[in-house]
């Protein structure tokens, strides 16, 4: 079982920045993935920056990542291997970046088999 604390949301200003932090505990074997989605008012949720944690398309090593085309340039998504954390770094926030945004891990058991953990989700506000 895996559990997602979420962090760093808040109000900011068009053309500002802010950093997610989602932090997983609990008893892990191995992360897939681990990604960000985020859920407007009136919308589906939607991916938004996803990172492999390696291994998935190498035989050591790797990892990729892969982002919305909304974000694409402005967000980047990292982690921490250490401490099982991942990170959205956003810069040039728009109006239209407002949003709610969740974490979420994609754990792989020592079965080799994958489950899906969200984070509570943390408010992310862009406007003046």
């Known amino acids: 079982q895996v559990q997602l604390v979420e962090s760093g949301g808040g109000l900011v200003q068009p053309g500002g920045s802010l950093r997610l932090s989602c932090a997983a505990s609990?008893?892990?074997?191995?992360?897939?993935?681990m990604a960000w989605y985020r859920q407007a008012p009136g919308k589906q949720r939607e991916l938004v920056a996803r990172?492999?944690?390696?291994?998935?398309?190498?035989?050591?090593?790797?990892?990729?990542?892969d982002y919305a085309d909304s974000v694409r340039g402005r967000f980047t998504i990292s982690r921490d291997n250490a401490k099982n954390t991942v990170y959205l770094q956003m810069n040039s926030l728009k109006p239209e970046d407002t949003a709610v945004y969740y974490c979420?891990?994609?754990?792989?058991?020592?079965?080799?088999?994958?489950?899906?953990?969200w984070g509570q989700g943390t408010q992310v506000t862009v406007s003046s």
């Open positions: 990172i492999t944690s390696g291994g998935t398309t190498r035989i050591t090593g790797g990892g990729t990542t």
């Open positions: 609990g008893s892990i074997f191995s992360i897939n993935a």
């Open positions: 979420n891990v994609v754990e792989r058991t020592l079965g080799n088999l994958l489950y899906d953990y």
